[in-house]
T-cell receptor, first 112, second 114 residues
Framework: AQKVTQAQTEISVVEKEDVTLDCVYE???????LFWYKQPPSGELVFLIR??????QNEISGRYSWNFQKSTSSFNFTITASQVVDSAVYFC?????????FGKGTKLTVNP | DAGITQSPRYKITETGRQVTLMCHQT?????MFWYRQDLGHGLRLIYY???????DKGEVPDGYVVSRSKTENFPLTLESATRSQTSVYFC?????????????FGPGTRLLVL
């Protein structure tokens, strides 16, 4: 069965701090995808990244980086030098042969 | 490039009324999905469609009906609205050929059932 766990319900940081959002997944698929989505206060869901299960290289995009570790079934998301505009709910998801399964989300608040 | 749109964006209705939420995508994506988002439950899949005239149930299909006569449209109907269906509804479409591929979401419809 598929399952995605985001243990951190809410995180609050001060601007310029680094913050890591955790994501742990379970799947029986040998080939699968992992995703992160952002939901800012305006409500839309924005796709951030997709990783394939066979590609464990870390990904960096500006202040965002993602650490995929198959050995621990984790796909963590780090924001470096956080900004107020990063305040949002972040969802991790896992997909593949079956439908996308989303975690419950982590609400990140970045205070000035 | 309109992408994926939903209408209406906000809707207030009364218990027992029929409501239809519209979803339209301009990408010609094969897969389309309907989710509801509620506090404490995250995103839950209601129905999805692999192509025109092919639909299937998701996690919480009861009380909802879907159709897909054209690839670009995927309306969601609440046949007899209940208060428990008050929620934010998101439509999504998938760029890939499978259920588990990248999904792009519409802006959402906030539905209040009185």
């Amino acid at each position: 069965a598929q399952k995605v766990t985001q243990a951190q319900t809410e995180i609050s940081v001060v601007e310029k701090e680094d913050v890591t959002l955790d994501c742990v997944y379970e799947t029986r698929d040998t080939t699968y995808y992992l995703f992160w989505y952002k939901q800012p206060p305006s409500g839309e869901l924005v796709f951030l990244i997709r990783r394939n299960s066979f590609d464990e290289q870390n990904e960096i995009s500006g202040r965002y980086s993602w650490n995929f570790q198959k050995s621990t079934s984790s796909f963590n998301f780090t924001i470096t030098a956080s900004q107020v505009v990063d305040s949002a709910v972040y969802f991790c998801a896992q997909g593949g042969s079956e439908k996308l399964v989303f975690g419950k989300g982590t609400k990140l608040t970045v205070n000035p | 490039d309109a992408g994926i749109t939903q209408s209406p964006r906000y809707k207030i209705t009364e218990t027992g009324r029929q409501v239809t939420l519209m979803c339209h995508q301009t990408w010609s994506h094969s897969y389309m999905f309907w989710y509801r988002q509620d506090l404490g439950h995250g995103l839950r899949l209601i129905y999805y469609s692999a192509a025109a005239d092919i639909t299937d149930k998701g996690e919480v299909p009861d009380g909802y009906v879907v159709s897909r006569s054209k690839t670009e449209n995927f309306p969601l109907t609440l046949e007899s609205a209940t208060r428990s269906q008050t929620s934010v509804y998101f439509c999504a479409s998938s760029v890939g050929t499978g259920k588990g591929e990248t999904q792009y979401f519409g802006p959402g419809t906030r539905l209040l059932v009185l």
